[in-house]
């Protein structure tokens, strides 16, 4: 069973535009959240991470939404950027227990 | 942040030879590292979990025997493939929590694995 589901599977952004990234989980006892970011040849890197006793944690221009009731948290990239371009992977887990979604390739086209 | 390496960074071997795999975590100490494996375009996949002086944890369906995993000290982890075939070429990354902060993951970057 998928623990975390992730959508899209890939996103086409305008340089400039905003991209949002979707991630729905399963288990309530989750208790943090992190968005990874991977370019092509390397390992993940933590991008941003929320708990969920927040509603919204942002750094820059990167924004976690976190929906505790819908068990939904979704990554903004405001202004998205080519160098922006990667995939990103959100994430959930409990103690030493950590679940992927399937990740999305983001592109940002100039 | 803290910093995770691997060697090597990628590898090309002939079909039944031995790959050995290092994950180090340069100015931390990781009791426990983790080992995924990532197809093109894929998610990670945790093959299984490395435990500093004690054996390793394996995911269902990993074969402990082909991927044998060593954690001999605090800071180093060895994932050998042993007999690699085509199908074991895959991208292998480790990743390791700093201490007491499970939530903390930093991740190594990665070893490109292409048997031939």
């Known amino acids: 069973q998928q623990q975390v589901k992730q959508s899209p599977q890939s996103l086409i952004v305008q340089k400039g535009g905003i991209s949002i990234i979707n991630c729905a989980y399963e288990?309530?006892?989750?208790?943090?959240f992190p968005w990874y970011q991977q370019f092509p040849g390397k390992g993940p890197a933590l991008l941003i991470a929320i708990r969920p006793d927040v509603s919204e944690k942002k750094e820059g221009r990167f924004t976690i939404s976190f929906n505790k009731s819908a068990k939904q948290f979704s990554l903004h990239i405001m202004d998205s950027q080519p160098g922006d371009s990667a995939t990103y992977f959100c994430a959930a887990s409990k103690g030493n227990q950590f679940y992927f979604g399937t990740g999305t390739s983001l592109t940002v086209i100039p | 942040g803290a910093v995770v390496s691997q060697h090597p960074s990628w590898v090309i071997c002939k079909s039944g030879t031995s790959v050995k795999i290092e994950c180090r975590s340069l100015d931390f100490q990781a009791t426990t590292m983790f080992w995924y494996r990532q197809f093109p375009k894929q998610s990670l996949m945790l093959m299984a979990t490395?435990?500093?002086?004690?054996?390793?944890?394996?995911e269902q369906g990993v074969e402990k025997d082909k991927f044998l995993i060593n954690h001999a000290s605090l800071t180093l982890s060895t994932l050998t493939v042993t007999s690699a075939h085509p199908e074991d070429s895959s991208f292998y990354i480790c990743s390791a929590p700093t201490s007491g902060n499970w939530n903390t993951q930093y991740f190594g970057p990665g070893t490109r694995l292409t048997v031939l």
């Open positions: 490395s435990n500093e002086g004690s054996k390793a944890t394996y």
């Open positions: 288990n309530t006892a989750f208790d943090y």
